[in-house]
Every structure is written in structure tokens, then in C-alpha cells.
């Protein structure tokens, strides 16, 4: 059974600070997502990483940073945190063909304050 | 550019009664549809995709390229079948998903 996980299922911030969220997933996925998904907006995709050290700009990457040195953890960085990020944050991942489907983890449900 | 429009944010009817979500894309090359559920308190999960042409608890979508879209379907919802409902556009050969903004499904006894 894939199993993608989050670090944290709630996360409370200060305006400034620096925020590292976690995902993990235990398929040998090729694929991983970091999405922000804001009510009547839907899921829009900050990151995408093909590999490991690969990465790709999603629709919506300003503010944003990922890291990816292991091929099962992928990390979304908020360099200076902004009350315009309160948000939830979903990871997935997939198997690398175009109809794959994604797995997603739980989410982090994140509050700048 | 890629782009998923539903129009509903909110879709109420009653059990036992037709239901439909609609999806239209925007897409010139060759479209992946999907379409992704979250159930209250449960992660985002896949529902069907469209190559699959397979029905999944009742519900079934058909590709119409003409009209650009893909609207969900179930002959008699379920109180069950209330939840968020996602569509997923892809294509290009690459394997990351455009979604559209959700409607959120709401079945009344």
C-alpha cells in the first residue's frame, strides 16, 4: 500500500520565519508534488521533482524552495514565511508515465501569523 | 496552456437522484483526464482516469474531445458520495497534472 506521509498535520508560524515542510514516500516513486490547496482555487502546483536534485517550477513557485537529495523525501522550504501562505500544503507522488497516478499525503495545514 | 474549469463550486441533490459534475479542459495536444476525490477527513485519491474506461463506485466519465470535456457521472448518488470532487488535466508527455477548482458534492437523505 503507498504510503506518503507529512510531517506535520498542523503548523502554526510567524510572519519571517523560515518553514521547512516534510514529505516522505516508500514506493520508490520517481515523481514528487508539493501543491497548495486554497478553497474555490483547487490544487495549483508549486514544485515538481522528476529525480533526485531535479526539480521543476510548478504554476505557482514565488516564495517557495524545494530540496530533494533522497529519491523518497521531498522538502518545501518558505524562505521568509508570509500571511499570504497560510494555506494547506499537499504532497504526492508518482511513477514516471504520463498517466500515473499520484499518491497524496495528508497534508500540512499551515497558519502565518 | 493547460487548463481545467469547474464550474460548480457547490452541488447539492438529493439520494437516489442523477448526478453530474462538469469539467472542460483546455489543451491542443493529447489530453490524460482524471478525475480525484477527498472524502471528509481522507487524503486526495484517484477516482478514474479516462484511459481506464472503467466505472468506479457507479460513477463514469467519457472523454468528448469535441466539446472539451469530461463530466462525471452517476446514474443514483449515494449518501456516501458526498465529498470534494477534482478534475485533472495532463499531457505533453510529462506527468504533472493541472487541476481544476473542485466542487464540493452534497447529498441529501
Known amino acids: 500500500d503507498v504510503k506518503v506521509t507529512q510531517s506535520s498535520r498542523y503548523l502554526v508560524k510567524r510572519t519571517g520565519e523560515k518553514v521547512f515542510l516534510e514529505c516522505v514516500q516508500d514506493m520508490d516513486h520517481e515523481n514528487m508534488f508539493w501543491y497548495r490547496q486554497d478553497p474555490g482555487l483547487g490544487l495549483r502546483l508549486i514544485y515538481f521533482?522528476?529525480?533526485?536534485?531535479?526539480?521543476e517550477k510548478g504554476d505557482i513557485p514565488e516564495g517557495y524552495s524545494v530540496s530533494r537529495e533522497k529519491k523518497e523525501r521531498f522538502s518545501l522550504i518558505l524562505e521568509s514565511a508570509s500571511t499570504n501562505q497560510t494555506s494547506m500544503y499537499l504532497c504526492?507522488?508518482?511513477?514516471?508515465?504520463?498517466?500515473?497516478?499520484?499518491?497524496f499525503g495528508p497534508g500540512t495545514r499551515l497558519t502565518v501569523t | 496552456a493547460q487548463r481545467v474549469t469547474q464550474p460548480e463550486k457547490l452541488l447539492s441533490v438529493f439520494k437516489g437522484a442523477p448526478v453530474e459534475l462538469k469539467c472542460n479542459y483546455s489543451y491542443s495536444g493529447s489530453p490524460e483526464l482524471f478525475w480525484y476525490v477527498q472524502y471528509s477527513r481522507q487524503r486526495l485519491q484517484l477516482l478514474l482516469r479516462?484511459?481506464s474506461r472503467e466505472s468506479i463506485k457507479g460513477f463514469t466519465a467519457d472523454l468528448n474531445k469535441g466539446e472539451t470535456s469530461f463530466h462525471l457521472k452517476k446514474p443514483f448518488a449515494q449518501e456516501e458520495d458526498s465529498a470534494m470532487y477534482y478534475c485533472a488535466l495532463g499531457g505533453g508527455g510529462a506527468q504533472k497534472l493541472v487541476f481544476g477548482q473542485g466542487t464540493r458534492l452534497t447529498i441529501n437523505p
Open positions: 479516462h484511459i
Open positions: 504526492a507522488s508518482s511513477l514516471p508515465y504520463r498517466d500515473s497516478e499520484q499518491y
Open positions: 521533482s522528476y529525480d533526485v536534485k531535479m526539480k
